[in-house]
């Protein structure tokens, strides 16, 4: 659904025709549009079947909500991932990258890549499906990191992708640890946690957006900052396109233009305009392969729906579990055989101390 904006100010000349998806499509195929960028969130990936988690009452962390947890984003806090990781790789297990196929708005990100229009895509999300979608790496900011690196978060030292992939991924999660022998600290994938700072990568490419021909916000509630905050930093008479289900954020602009309904079915929309719908499928179907083996993907949509809400509850399920595990072996003391319960760490990490948290993360998969 095209959605008008009210505007509030007119002090530059007309960069598009109208505000609807005709003339968004006539401007990007004009010499006048070379440098678009995306900024995306958690719904862009929802269709894949992951779950968002900050939609209230069916996000995940409502679900965690009613877990024996401090607060359920402690999932996700530094401080409380050194005394106890296994909640958040109990998390990781369900999902990890090469479980789920990007959609199609992630392969119409690869279509701009090959139509030389990407310049930059900022995204919240760290689940890796632009980089599973085709997406170049050196195109991609992930503003809140992502699945796909690693490190050791006392030493800082890389640690290899396939072994903490085959931790992670075992019957009975195994934490991994540093492999340097003075250090053996906890190792946890570069993913932004409460506690933390955000990447240098993205502080660093912000002032990238001031050479902006368009930017393309899709997917996002726009309430976590900084993230937030790029909508007003391209240059004042730069069109801005929402792509979302909810109207959201300051869309006021004369050449503002909000396309409201669901990502996938807005992004398809765009492509017949711009006559790549058959590039758009045959992008997409390339995405079957970065499905690891035995899994599948939701046949339908009704059925992606239902899936989502099935693996919240599954993973608020096998959270729960592993924290009753964890709770049990903290009782029982240092004898516990458990894999992960041997490995939580009380307190044992100082001296490492994270720089203050910007609050992410809207978009953590």
């Not at 690869?110 to 499906?129: A, K, Y």
């Not at 809400?309 to 599954?314: G, H």
Request: proline share 7%; hydrophobic share 35%; net charge negative.
């Amino acid at each position: 659904m095209t959605r008008k904006p009210s505007y509030t100010t007119d002090q530059h000349p007309r960069i598009l025709e109208g505000n609807d998806l005709k003339a968004l499509a006539k401007y990007m195929k004009s010499d006048s549009c070379r440098n678009v960028f995306l900024m995306l969130g958690a719904g862009v990936s929802t269709s894949a079947g992951i779950p968002d988690f900050r939609s209230p009452g069916t996000g995940l962390y409502a679900n965690l909500a009613r877990l024996n947890l401090p607060f359920p984003e402690a999932v996700f806090e530094i401080e409380f991932f050194k005394k106890n990781p296994v909640p958040f790789y109990t998390l990781a297990k369900e999902l990890y990258p090469g479980r789920f196929r990007p959609t199609p708005t992630h392969s119409f990100i690869t279509l701009l890549h090959s139509h030389s229009l990407l310049h930059t895509c900022f995204t919240q999300n760290i689940d890796t499906l632009e980089r599973r979608a085709g997406v170049p790496a050196h195109k991609i900011i992930e503003a809140h990191g992502s699945f796909a690196t690693q490190r050791c978060i006392k030493c800082k030292i890389p640690f290899d992708a396939e072994k903490i992939k085959k931790a992670v991924l075992s019957e009975e999660i195994e934490i991994p640890r540093c492999e340097q022998k003075r250090c053996r600290g906890l190792v946890k994938p570069d993913i932004v946690f409460f506690g933390e700072g955000l990447p240098d990568q993205f502080h660093r490419s912000i002032r990238n957006l001031r050479d902006a021909d368009l930017l393309i916000v899709l997917g996002t509630s726009l309430t976590v900052h900084p993230f937030a905050s790029l909508v007003g930093l391209v240059p004042n008479d730069c069109p801005r396109v929402l792509i979302n289900l909810d109207e959201v954020g300051q869309f006021n602009k004369p050449d503002d233009v909000l396309l409201l309904g669901k990502c996938d079915d807005v992004v398809r929309e765009l492509c017949r305009e711009l006559g790549w719908e058959e590039e758009l499928d045959a992008a997409w179907e390339k995405t079957k392969d970065s499905l690891e083996a035995g899994e599948q993907e939701p046949e339908s949509k009704p059925e992606v729906e239902e899936s989502t809400e099935d693996e919240v509850e599954k993973i608020t399920k096998n959270l729960e579990q592993a924290l009753k595990v964890s709770d049990k072996k903290d009782e029982e003391g240092p004898s516990s055989k458990s894999k992960a319960s041997d490995l939580v760490e009380v307190g044992s990490v100082e001296g490492d101390r994270t720089s203050p948290t910007e609050l992410p993360t809207e978009g953590k998969l």
